[in-house]
């Protein structure tokens, strides 16, 4: 038998006062796995009896993967063990708030170590069986109706492990907290600072850059919390969610709970410590550190500043001295609410002025290295000998990208990882010159995201507007778009070698007709279409519109996806391949295979009448805040039959189903303004033999700027009775 | 033995302990005086280890007490508040109680329990504030603990029980060596109880004596002399601490023993003399007279 006085003993006797804890983790622990398993479950089954799944097969898949959804990686249990943690902790150790509790506690010969250990070992009892009960009813539920295996197990065990880390995050920085406080209400805020503070920091942070500079990206690289256990859990809870197979989940999950064990760790060292340095008679009072007073209440008044500041900003339309006049005062307020919080007493609202001073003039310089970039943070371009690489992501262009698991990949993910561009001078001249150019006086204004990697290992990433009409700016991005690194980095089909054993179909098309390419040529197309790309910069996709589209369409295994290859007019390699395969089709088409030509003009001119003067924001507005619908259609629209005078149209048009990338879009008005202001839809003679889409009646495209015919212009002109 | 050197505690910018010097002998009951905020429970909370001590140290039988479990098993602190387990009986306590103290004499605690009327049962919670006394004082005595520490603990005990709380102080004291130390702030509390008393105020000791030897030492004489001659004579070479007179009655306190006096009173010609004995309440006017103070405001209010 245990001796009473042994250190089980005394977690025995501990226990007893813990009843209600107890009591509060088990059920919730059951509730969340056995009632989501349940439900989860039914849900599956409902669907079934609904006939949603097309076999036995697919739904037994669908049951394991509500199961894991369950009992696996779920994010329903977070905010359960995130809660439960705070409360183990808090009632464990809150007998320090207690001056009667601690008389008796500290007076009685058990040593501080022990009884530390006592009340630590046994909240981590009450968690451990309380989850592993919720766990086994979960799975006990899960194999009763048939929706464990192996996978499924193994899944569960290592999210079993993976909470537990979280737990350990949480439990240790409540204790902390306990030790740092000396009553409820202070320890829970002082939780809610260590739990929030960095992640709200960043957030801030970035809200501060997104504002002030203008060269602030967040594309390549997004500052965030680091050290927070909760951001990690929800970032990665849903890739881990969506995970092939256990070993897949190890790999993401068991990092991050080895960070998370290691935060552990530390914060529990510092709460032991706190603990033994922790004078008793601090039991009721807001803080137990004086030193740690001010600290807190600047840290916590300057964050606070900005958030109000922030709120301010949004709400009044970014007027600036309302953000000021929030921050300061949200600051104030803070800093007295805090003094009197430390007190419990309201007379001591301005207490301790130096504090709240140093306060304010720590929002003021924050406020005022951002708003006047004291560190020059616009004006920063790493000197080019301490450059390792870039990664640039130009305005104009989209491509689809996957990993070898066909999962999609986002676009700057995949460039960070594959663009590396050594030649630094054009991206660098091409920032400089952005720094020096007023982006009013840019023809067209275009975003380009710039990613140094320092030789030092730091990464560092900016937004630059570029004008791309501009000569001197064309010939820097023919020089970074000519290097192999740039292609390589933004088209995935050139360095993409495996995925072409998976096309199940390949199509060219210009617009309207479609050729069909067999699966077996897709790697000779691509192999041809990648020695045309040899040719590719920036003034061929500026200056020329795509002539067609490859479309590669990927099987079952490849989860249905599909890339698409521009093809431009001087790609002789791919242009002949697909001749000899008669899937090629000139951009221009027959007025003899076309049974009418439809064109409609919207008269933008009609619709915005003020558009252009300084006053039409203000106006627009006012008539959205009145909810007034200023919309009147002016659209007149003309169908043209006559053979000659499409034969007329057709030179001056193009499909719009094929984009061009790297082309003219609103930013210049003029340049588009009949793109905009015109649509034209074609019909194919039914018994035409081109080989147009049968699926389509019709097939839209535009006009070529400036190219709009007289006689259409004058058929499709306003004369005051609108369609 | 307890010794106390040179303690000084602080709460905040608050001196609440200045320089605090007493040792406290084994088997005597030492009664700590004092004002309310004198440091009273401050000096106990620190000699049980509660509190750590600023400056200065305290040695349980030769052991530092704070944080030192081998010092802390021979006290027992009974805080001016006991406080028990929420919906815990007495029974409870008693198990919370011996599963810390290896000495807990539990047959003792359940005789005593029946003896004071307090139901083992009943949940501490309905008890009235002397029932919990009661039991916290039953409590520590059972610890059998050497020393057992007790902040205002006779406050609210009515006669019966306060008298039923000493004889058995007074048993264990006679048996096994127990030494009470009882903080006060109410002196007449004390009187029939302590063997040696100090007096705290404003942190600090005012004095720290045996009752015995401040009794020995003061003398109270009331006395009609025949003439002032006689008087001059009387008290020639006494030290006299405080004289009143109301006709021709004097009541003179003088420092000495009664047999000095005794014998000088019987060398000169009085009319009446008596030696009278003197109250711990008179004894600590006369001694805090001397160092400048009016016990009176102190003490007894």
């Given at each position: 038998m245990t001796s009473r006085n042994s250190f089980w003993g005394s977690c025995r006797e501990n226990h007893k006062r813990r009843i209600w804890v107890w009591?509060?983790?088990?059920?919730?622990?059951?509730?969340?796995?056995?009632?989501?398993?349940?439900?989860?479950?039914?849900?599956i089954k409902g669907f079934y009896a609904e006939g949603t799944y097309r076999s036995l097969a697919e739904f037994k898949q669908a049951m394991y993967q509500a199961a894991r959804d369950a009992i696996g990686f779920s994010d329903n249990l977070y905010p359960v063990i995130m809660l439960l943690a705070a409360l183990i902790a808090l009632q464990g150790f809150s007998y320090l708030y207690d001056r009667r509790k601690v008389d008796v506690y500290h007076s009685v010969p058990v040593s501080k170590n022990r009884r530390f250990a006592v009340v630590y070992v046994n909240g981590l009892m009450i968690y451990l069986v309380s989850n592993l009960l919720g766990l086994i009813l979960g799975m006990a539920i899960a194999a009763s109706q048939g929706a464990v295996n192996g996978e499924v197990m193994a899944e569960a065990w290592l999210a079993f492990v993976w909470n537990l880390a979280f737990f350990l995050a949480y439990y240790h920085l409540m204790i902390l907290a306990v030790m740092l406080t000396g009553n409820r209400?202070?320890?829970?805020?002082?939780?809610?600072?260590?739990?929030?503070?960095?992640?709200?920091?960043?957030?801030?942070?970035?809200?501060?850059?997104?504002?002030?500079?203008?060269?602030?990206?967040?594309?390549?690289?997004y500052q965030r919390a680091k050290l927070s256990p909760l951001r990690d859990y929800t970032s990665y809870i849903w890739q881990l969610k969506n995970v092939e197979n256990a070993a897949e989940a190890a790999r993401i999950a068991m990092p991050l709970a080895a960070k998370w064990i290691g935060i552990a760790l530390v914060v529990l060292a510092v709460a032991w410590f706190a603990y033994r340095k922790r004078p008793s008679e601090t039991a009721g009072k807001a803080i137990a550190y004086r030193f740690l007073e001010p600290l807190l209440k600047v840290a916590v008044a300057v964050a606070s500043a900005f958030l109000i500041g922030q709120l301010v900003y949004d709400t009044s339309y970014q007027n600036e001295p309302l953000l000021v006049l929030g921050m300061l005062l949200g600051g104030l307020i803070v800093c007295a609410a805090m003094e009197v919080v430390y007190d419990f007493d309201i007379r001591s609202l301005f207490k301790h002025l130096l504090s709240s001073g140093v306060a304010l003039a720590g929002i003021l310089a924050i406020f005022c290295s951002f708003k006047w970039d004291l560190f020059g943070y616009d004006s920063y371009i790493p000197a080019q000998n301490k450059i390792e690489s870039i990664a640039i992501d130009a305005d104009g262009y989209y491509d689809s990208y996957w990993d070898e698991n066909w999962r999609y990949?986002?676009?700057?993910?995949?460039?960070k990882e594959n663009m590396f561009l050594t030649d630094a001078e054009p991206v660098l001249a091409l920032a400089q010159k952005a720094g020096q150019t007023d982006t009013e006086e840019m023809s067209e204004n275009r975003t380009v995201q710039i990613l140094y990697r320092l030789k030092s290992g730091r990464q560092v990433d900016r937004?630059?507007?570029?004008?791309?009409?501009?000569?001197e700016t064309e010939a820097l991005l023919n020089r970074i778009f000519q290097t192999d690194a740039f292609k390589m980095g933004t088209f995935q089909a050139i360095t993409d070698e495996t995925s072409y054993d998976h096309v199940a179909a390949v199509n060219y098309s210009n617009g309207a007709a479609i050729g069909i390419i067999p699966g077996e040529d897709a790697k000779k197309l691509r192999d041809a279409w990648v020695k045309d790309m040899e040719q590719f910069d920036f003034t061929l996709v500026r200056h020329n519109r795509p002539c067609g589209m490859i479309t590669m369409g990927y099987g079952a295994e490849a989860d249905y996806m599909s890339r698409q290859y521009y093809v431009y007019d001087s790609f002789e390699n791919t242009i002949n391949f697909l001749k000899k395969r008669e899937a090629y089709y000139p951009?221009?088409?027959?007025?003899?295979?076309?049974?009418?030509?439809?064109?409609?003009?919207y008269h933008n001119e009609l619709q915005n009448p003020y558009a252009g003067d300084p006053g039409y924001n203000l106006y627009r507005r006012a008539a959205e805040a009145e909810a007034v619908d200023t919309y009147v259609d002016y659209t007149v629209r003309e169908t043209f039959y006559e053979e000659e005078q499409i034969a007329q149209i057709l030179p001056h048009i193009y499909p719009s189903y094929i984009d061009a990338p790297w082309g003219r879009y609103g930013g210049a008005a003029e340049a588009v303004e009949d793109q905009n202001n015109y649509s034209l839809e074609i019909v194919f003679k039914k018994d035409s033999a081109y080989p147009y889409d049968r699926g389509s009646y019709y097939f839209n495209y535009c006009f070529r700027n400036g190219e709009v015919p007289d006689f259409v212009a004058e058929a499709t002109a306003y004369t005051g009775e609108a369609e | 033995m307890i010794e106390i050197h040179n303690l000084t505690k602080y709460f905040d910018d608050i001196k609440a302990v200045d320089d605090v010097s007493v040792t406290i002998r084994e088997k005597t009951v030492f009664g700590l005086i004092g004002t309310n905020g004198a440091g009273k429970s401050t000096v106990l909370r620190m000699v049980s280890g509660v509190f750590a001590p600023d400056s200065g140290t305290v040695a349980v039988d030769n052991m530092p007490v704070y944080d030192n479990v081998e010092a802390k098993k021979k006290l027992f602190f009974i805080a001016d508040e006991p406080y028990?387990?929420?919906?815990?009986?007495?029974?409870?306590?008693?198990?919370?109680?011996?599963?810390?103290?290896?000495?807990?004499?539990?047959?003792?605690?359940?005789?005593?329990?029946?003896?004071?009327?307090?139901?083992?049962?009943?949940?501490?919670?309905?008890?009235?504030?002397?029932?919990?006394?009661?039991?916290?004082?039953?409590?520590?005595?059972?610890?059998?603990?050497?020393?057992?520490l007790c902040d205002e603990t006779f406050d609210g005990l009515d006669p019966v029980m306060r008298q039923g709380i000493k004889s058995i102080f007074a048993k264990e004291m006679?048996?096994?060596?127990?030494?009470?130390?009882?903080?006060?702030?109410?002196?007449?509390?004390?009187?029939?109880?302590c063997d040696h008393v100090g007096l705290l105020h404003k942190g600090g000791v005012l004095l720290s004596k045996d009752l015995e030897d401040m009794k020995c030492n003061i003398q109270k004489v009331q006395c009609v002399f025949s003439s002032v001659e006689d008087e001059l004579k009387a008290l020639n070479?006494?030290?006299?601490?405080?004289?009143?007179?109301?006709?021709?009655?004097?009541?003179?306190?003088?420092?000495?023993?009664?047999?000095?006096?005794?014998?000088?009173?019987?060398?000169?010609?009085?009319?009446?003399?008596?030696?009278?004995?003197?109250?711990?309440?008179?004894?600590?006017?006369?001694?805090?007279?001397?160092?400048?103070?009016d016990i009176k405001k102190l003490i007894l209010g």
């Amino acid at each position: 038998m245990t001796s009473r006085n042994s250190f089980w003993g005394s977690c025995r006797e501990n226990h007893k006062r813990r009843i209600w804890v107890w009591i509060v983790a088990v059920l919730s622990q059951l509730l969340i796995y056995g009632g989501v398993t349940m439900i989860y479950l039914s849900r599956i089954k409902g669907f079934y009896a609904e006939g949603t799944y097309r076999s036995l097969a697919e739904f037994k898949q669908a049951m394991y993967q509500a199961a894991r959804d369950a009992i696996g990686f779920s994010d329903n249990l977070y905010p359960v063990i995130m809660l439960l943690a705070a409360l183990i902790a808090l009632q464990g150790f809150s007998y320090l708030y207690d001056r009667r509790k601690v008389d008796v506690y500290h007076s009685v010969p058990v040593s501080k170590n022990r009884r530390f250990a006592v009340v630590y070992v046994n909240g981590l009892m009450i968690y451990l069986v309380s989850n592993l009960l919720g766990l086994i009813l979960g799975m006990a539920i899960a194999a009763s109706q048939g929706a464990v295996n192996g996978e499924v197990m193994a899944e569960a065990w290592l999210a079993f492990v993976w909470n537990l880390a979280f737990f350990l995050a949480y439990y240790h920085l409540m204790i902390l907290a306990v030790m740092l406080t000396g009553n409820r209400f202070v320890t829970i805020c002082v939780f809610l600072v260590f739990t929030l503070y960095e992640i709200i920091a960043y957030m801030l942070i970035g809200n501060l850059k997104a504002v002030f500079f203008k060269t602030y990206s967040g594309y390549f690289v997004y500052q965030r919390a680091k050290l927070s256990p909760l951001r990690d859990y929800t970032s990665y809870i849903w890739q881990l969610k969506n995970v092939e197979n256990a070993a897949e989940a190890a790999r993401i999950a068991m990092p991050l709970a080895a960070k998370w064990i290691g935060i552990a760790l530390v914060v529990l060292a510092v709460a032991w410590f706190a603990y033994r340095k922790r004078p008793s008679e601090t039991a009721g009072k807001a803080i137990a550190y004086r030193f740690l007073e001010p600290l807190l209440k600047v840290a916590v008044a300057v964050a606070s500043a900005f958030l109000i500041g922030q709120l301010v900003y949004d709400t009044s339309y970014q007027n600036e001295p309302l953000l000021v006049l929030g921050m300061l005062l949200g600051g104030l307020i803070v800093c007295a609410a805090m003094e009197v919080v430390y007190d419990f007493d309201i007379r001591s609202l301005f207490k301790h002025l130096l504090s709240s001073g140093v306060a304010l003039a720590g929002i003021l310089a924050i406020f005022c290295s951002f708003k006047w970039d004291l560190f020059g943070y616009d004006s920063y371009i790493p000197a080019q000998n301490k450059i390792e690489s870039i990664a640039i992501d130009a305005d104009g262009y989209y491509d689809s990208y996957w990993d070898e698991n066909w999962r999609y990949l986002d676009e700057a993910e995949y460039k960070k990882e594959n663009m590396f561009l050594t030649d630094a001078e054009p991206v660098l001249a091409l920032a400089q010159k952005a720094g020096q150019t007023d982006t009013e006086e840019m023809s067209e204004n275009r975003t380009v995201q710039i990613l140094y990697r320092l030789k030092s290992g730091r990464q560092v990433d900016r937004r630059i507007q570029v004008d791309y009409d501009d000569p001197e700016t064309e010939a820097l991005l023919n020089r970074i778009f000519q290097t192999d690194a740039f292609k390589m980095g933004t088209f995935q089909a050139i360095t993409d070698e495996t995925s072409y054993d998976h096309v199940a179909a390949v199509n060219y098309s210009n617009g309207a007709a479609i050729g069909i390419i067999p699966g077996e040529d897709a790697k000779k197309l691509r192999d041809a279409w990648v020695k045309d790309m040899e040719q590719f910069d920036f003034t061929l996709v500026r200056h020329n519109r795509p002539c067609g589209m490859i479309t590669m369409g990927y099987g079952a295994e490849a989860d249905y996806m599909s890339r698409q290859y521009y093809v431009y007019d001087s790609f002789e390699n791919t242009i002949n391949f697909l001749k000899k395969r008669e899937a090629y089709y000139p951009v221009e088409l027959d007025a003899a295979d076309i049974d009418s030509v439809t064109v409609g003009c919207y008269h933008n001119e009609l619709q915005n009448p003020y558009a252009g003067d300084p006053g039409y924001n203000l106006y627009r507005r006012a008539a959205e805040a009145e909810a007034v619908d200023t919309y009147v259609d002016y659209t007149v629209r003309e169908t043209f039959y006559e053979e000659e005078q499409i034969a007329q149209i057709l030179p001056h048009i193009y499909p719009s189903y094929i984009d061009a990338p790297w082309g003219r879009y609103g930013g210049a008005a003029e340049a588009v303004e009949d793109q905009n202001n015109y649509s034209l839809e074609i019909v194919f003679k039914k018994d035409s033999a081109y080989p147009y889409d049968r699926g389509s009646y019709y097939f839209n495209y535009c006009f070529r700027n400036g190219e709009v015919p007289d006689f259409v212009a004058e058929a499709t002109a306003y004369t005051g009775e609108a369609e | 033995m307890i010794e106390i050197h040179n303690l000084t505690k602080y709460f905040d910018d608050i001196k609440a302990v200045d320089d605090v010097s007493v040792t406290i002998r084994e088997k005597t009951v030492f009664g700590l005086i004092g004002t309310n905020g004198a440091g009273k429970s401050t000096v106990l909370r620190m000699v049980s280890g509660v509190f750590a001590p600023d400056s200065g140290t305290v040695a349980v039988d030769n052991m530092p007490v704070y944080d030192n479990v081998e010092a802390k098993k021979k006290l027992f602190f009974i805080a001016d508040e006991p406080y028990f387990f929420a919906n815990a009986n007495a029974a409870a306590m008693e198990h919370y109680y011996s599963g810390i103290f290896e000495e807990f004499n539990r047959e003792e605690f359940y005789q005593y329990l029946e003896k004071f009327n307090l139901d083992k049962n009943r949940k501490i919670a309905t008890f009235s504030k002397g029932m919990k006394k009661q039991l916290a004082l039953l409590l520590g005595i059972c610890a059998h603990t050497k020393y057992i520490l007790c902040d205002e603990t006779f406050d609210g005990l009515d006669p019966v029980m306060r008298q039923g709380i000493k004889s058995i102080f007074a048993k264990e004291m006679e048996e096994r060596g127990l030494t009470p130390v009882i903080a006060s702030h109410n002196l007449r509390e004390l009187e029939d109880i302590c063997d040696h008393v100090g007096l705290l105020h404003k942190g600090g000791v005012l004095l720290s004596k045996d009752l015995e030897d401040m009794k020995c030492n003061i003398q109270k004489v009331q006395c009609v002399f025949s003439s002032v001659e006689d008087e001059l004579k009387a008290l020639n070479g006494l030290e006299v601490l405080k004289k009143e007179q109301r006709g021709s009655l004097c009541t003179i306190t003088v420092r000495s023993t009664r047999e000095e006096v005794e014998a000088r009173f019987a060398t000169v010609d009085t009319i009446f003399y008596e030696v009278l004995p003197l109250s711990l309440e008179e004894i600590f006017i006369s001694e805090t007279e001397v160092v400048g103070y009016d016990i009176k405001k102190l003490i007894l209010g």
